[in-house]
């Protein structure tokens, strides 16, 4: 059973930096890209960053690259987003899932986690 549980979401002012993670469980994740994507009330869920676990080749969305990173810990089965100078425009909740290539989509749509809250404000 494909389970994506997200922790770490927070209320940050803006320029602030956060870290959230994922823990993954029920498929093997070197055979995908698992990263993150969030959802703004009103917008639909949007890519953030993914990386490739069996190398550790990340992308990024254009809002992300250069204040947001992604890493992998294999030994827990993790995904991190390290976010810095947080802007009001970040605010969402944050997901994970995983896809088999980059340019795809995510493959569980079935198993979405409960998500974490990232709130951005003065």
């Known amino acids: 059973q494909v389970q994506f549980r997200e922790s770490g979401g927070a209320l940050v002012q803006p320029g602030g930096s956060l870290s959230v993670s994922c823990e993954a469980s029920?498929?093997?994740?070197?055979?995908?890209?698992v990263g993150w994507f969030r959802q703004a009330p009103g917008k639909e869920r949007e890519f953030v960053a993914l990386?490739?676990?069996?190398?550790?080749?990340?992308v990024y969305a254009g809002f992300a690259r250069g204040r947001f990173t992604i890493s992998e810990d294999l030994a827990r089965d993790t995904v991190n987003l390290q976010m810095n100078n947080l802007q009001p425009e970040d605010t969402a909740r944050y997901y994970c899932?995983?896809?088999?290539?980059?340019?795809?989509?995510?493959?569980?749509?079935?198993?979405w986690g409960q998500g974490t809250q990232v709130t951005v404000s003065s």
């Open positions: 990386i490739d676990y069996s190398r550790g080749n990340p």
């Open positions: 899932n995983a896809q088999r290539t980059f340019f795809g989509s995510p493959e569980f749509q079935d198993s």
């Open positions: 029920g498929f093997t994740l070197s055979d995908y890209w």
